[in-house]
Nanobody, 127 residues
Framework: QVQLVESGGGLVQAGGSLRLSCAASGRTFTSYVMGWFRQAPGKEREFVAGTRWGGGTIYYVEYSEFVKGRFTMSRDSAKNTVYLQMNSLKPEDTAVYYC?????????????????WGQGTQVTVSS
């Protein structure tokens, strides 16, 4: 059974940093597309970042425009874990952040394209 477990959320002041982790279990995720979505109160769930396998040890990462340059997604295949380093956080980054995984192929940005979801972790950025 596939499980995605997020950790690392919390409360931080604007300009601060947080690092989210997502530990995946239940199968080998080497070739899976993995990513992060977020959902703020009253808003649609939106794509934040994602990574897809490029063969061998190569992974490609894509970001939404609103986090590019501030967030960095990384992946440790040996641990079946992905990370989201969030810097220069803004109050508008406040949301529940979800880890996602899918067989693919291709890295897509619609929430319906992802089969597996974590339970979410709350990130709150105070002004």
């Amino acid at each position: 059974q596939v499980q995605l477990v997020e950790s690392g959320g919390g409360l931080v002041q604007a300009g601060g940093s947080l690092r989210l982790s997502c530990a995946a279990s239940g199968r080998t995720f080497t070739s899976y597309v993995m990513g992060w979505f977020r959902q703020a109160p009253g808003k649609e769930r939106e794509f934040v970042a994602g990574t897809r396998w490029g063969g061998g040890t190569i992974y490609y990462v894509e970001y939404s425009e609103f986090v590019k340059g501030r967030f960095t997604m990384s992946r440790d295949s040996a641990k079946n874990t992905v990370y989201l380093q969030m810097n220069s956080l803004k109050p508008e980054d406040t949301a529940v952040y979800y880890c996602v995984a899918d067989r693919g192929p291709g890295l897509r940005r619609a929430k319906n394209d992802y089969e597996y979801w974590g339970q979410g972790t709350q990130v709150t950025v105070s002004s």
